[in-house]
């Protein structure tokens, strides 16, 4: 089992509802030990002008798949939840789940980037994270706690 660390948003109606099934369907396809953040309200972070705030939230757990199955996962759950499968990352959607960690995994190819190639930069993702993996560490080596703290003192 490998330790990982998603992150769910949305900011359509029906986001809440999306991101609370969506964990009851990660369950239900074998990730264990989860351990979910708060929801919090975050503004859009580049995305269209005039974009909804989002809900956003973070969970960490234990995944017996691959990095790709697991993606396939979050990939399938966003198009039932109607995410269209080729969409922009700049648009609102209902659901939208984002791999951060996937145990000490440094990953970069064109389908996959772990850890999350943006994460370490936004708060938004950071304050939800740090409550469910504070000591995961991204490819420099800085923890979570200590990328949120960075972020904080600019």
């Not at 984002?98 to 970069?108: K, S």
């Amino acid at each position: 089992m490998t330790e990982i660390a998603v992150m769910l948003g949305g900011n359509l109606p029906g986001s809440a509802e999306a991101i609370k099934e969506a964990l009851k369907k990660f369950a239900a396809a074998g990730v264990e030990d989860i351990c979910t953040s708060e929801v919090k309200i975050s503004e859009a972070v580049d995305c269209v002008p005039g974009t909804p705030d989002f809900l956003d939230m973070a969970f960490a757990g234990k995944w017996a798949g691959t990095e790709v199955e697991l993606l396939e996962l979050c990939q399938r759950l966003e198009r039932e939840a109607g995410r269209p499968a080729i969409h922009s990352s700049r648009e609102s959607r209902i659901l939208d789940c984002d791999i951060i960690f996937f145990g000490n995994t440094v990953l970069d190819t064109p389908r996959l980037t772990i850890p999350h190639p943006r994460a370490q930069m936004r708060k938004f993702v950071l304050e939800v994270m740090v409550q469910v993996a504070p000591y995961m560490r991204f490819a420099d080596g800085t923890t979570v706690k200590k990328a949120l703290q960075m972020l904080e003192a600019k």
